[in-house]
């Protein structure tokens, strides 16, 4: 099978030229087709969402999440543990992993630091390692004992794994939205900047001690970046990762109380912004998340303060992708957050259009346009603040190990492919 003409991205930036692999199928080897105008994208690695199961399955479960991944042209996704129950445990590792075997996309599985992320004792890390999970988080729990953070960072190290830290004070973080001039002219109780960075610091002050790799997930404030920056100049083992959201966002955007804009961290003002995209320019800031976090209608169509915190991600990243490029950064950079980066950081054999990995690709037209709808989208859930409106730029199809997952267009194959 031969992609011709194509603008092909193979992780780091964009080249003209033909796109061939090998199909399952032989009498498919020798077909080729024109993809003039279209782009080939690695398929997109989402290292920060939530799949809600098990539990949560009203919201969300495997099959729809990993299906709304493949509508977003993603093709590995973190599942984080914020579960009911936790995925605090071999066990439930195993059950992922199981249920997983049935689904859309690579599901990589993120383990809880400590039993119920309740904060007070830890879980079997070494069990949950053995079982395949990818780095051990509290997901939306910030672990505030900072002993007990020290030995989970030691655990971490010793089996050569990431802690990946919620970062904010439970204190100063109890705001629905960042602390400013709009949290004053809106009336909505707030957090400040200091909430995040409070907890960044101590972070970056254990893995120091510890050596652990310590990832902060979903920066927001330059307060942060600024921290991690000179850590890293240091040679702390510190990264770190930014939502989409908060590149397209600013606390301004809150004038109309939309509770599918509330987010957590919130979104940022718009200094704090700036220095988000500085510290993606200067690679301060390691990989770009969705932080895909679905609530059904019931839950969010509540007044603001009273509305849980979560945006869906998954099918709108490559979408504000492109909003994030007319800020005047370079969509190359863009999409090295979301494919060859964040593999890199975590040791996947992905996220590059390379001989002799996986075929796990995306077909873009980044012409074309979609309607974000009730019947479009493929998640269960639709707290996204893009619903009903127009977006440039379409998935046309994603491929996951060769097998074309998401789009419609069936010349292009269903074999088994690996990259010619």
């Excluded at 099918?315 to 494919?339: D, F, P, Y």
Aim: aromatic share 8%; net charge negative.
């Amino acid at each position: 099978m031969i992609f011709d003409n194509a603008n092909i991205f193979d992780g780091e930036r964009f080249h003209k030229g033909s796109f061939a692999f090998n199909t399952y199928f032989e009498d498919q080897d020798d077909e080729k087709l024109d993809l003039d105008g279209l782009w080939v994208l690695p398929g997109l690695v989402d290292t920060h969402a939530h799949l809600r199961d098990p539990g949560q399955t009203r919201r969300e479960d495997l099959i729809s999440g990993t299906r709304s991944a493949a509508h977003g042209g993603i093709t590995t996704v973190f599942a984080m543990p914020n579960t009911t129950p936790a995925i605090d445990s071999e066990a439930m590792v195993l059950y992922i992993k199981e249920k997983s075997q049935h689904a859309k996309v690579n599901v990589k599985i993120v383990g809880a630091i400590t039993k119920g992320r309740e904060g007070k004792e830890l879980t079997e890390m070494h069990r949950m390692a053995r079982a395949g999970v990818v780095g051990f988080s509290d997901d939306g729990n910030f672990l505030s004992d900072a002993s007990l953070a020290r030995h989970a960072m030691e655990y971490a190290h010793e089996i050569d794994l990431p802690i990946i830290s919620h970062c904010q004070d439970r204190d100063l973080g109890a705001g629905h939205m960042r602390e400013g001039w709009y949290s004053t002219l809106y009336g909505i109780y707030a957090m400040p900047d200091v909430a995040e960075s409070i907890a960044v610091s101590r972070e970056i002050e254990l893995s120091y001690l510890t050596k652990a790799h310590v990832h902060i997930a979903h920066v927001s404030t330059a307060r942060s970046v600024k921290l991690i920056r000179q850590a890293k100049k240091d040679g702390i083992n510190i990264t770190c990762d930014v939502c989409i959201h908060h590149l397209v966002f600013t606390d301004e955007d809150l004038h109309d109380y939309d509770t599918s804009k509330k987010i957590n961290p919130p979104f940022p003002t718009a200094e704090d912004q700036v220095a988000l995209y500085e510290g993606l320019e200067d690679e301060t800031i390691d990989a770009i998340i969705t932080d895909h976090a679905p609530y059904t209608v019931e839950e969010k169509e509540v007044e603001f303060q009273s509305a849980p915190f979560g945006i869906l991600g998954f099918e709108t990243l490559l979408n504000e992708i492109l909003m994030a490029s007319q800020k005047g950064i370079k969509v190359e950079l863009l999409l090295k957050k979301v494919t060859s980066d964040p593999a890199k950081l975590y040791k996947l054999n992905e996220g590059r259009i390379q001989k002799g990995l996986p075929a796990n690709f995306v077909i873009f037209d980044p012409d074309q346009k979609w309607t974000i709808s009730r019947n479009t989208i493929q998640s269960k859930s639709a707290n996204t603040p893009f619903l009903n409106k127009t977006m440039n730029g379409k998935v046309i199809a994603t491929y996951v190990n060769g097998r074309q997952v998401y789009g419609n267009v069936e010349s292009f194959g269903k074999g088994i492919l690996r990259l010619a």
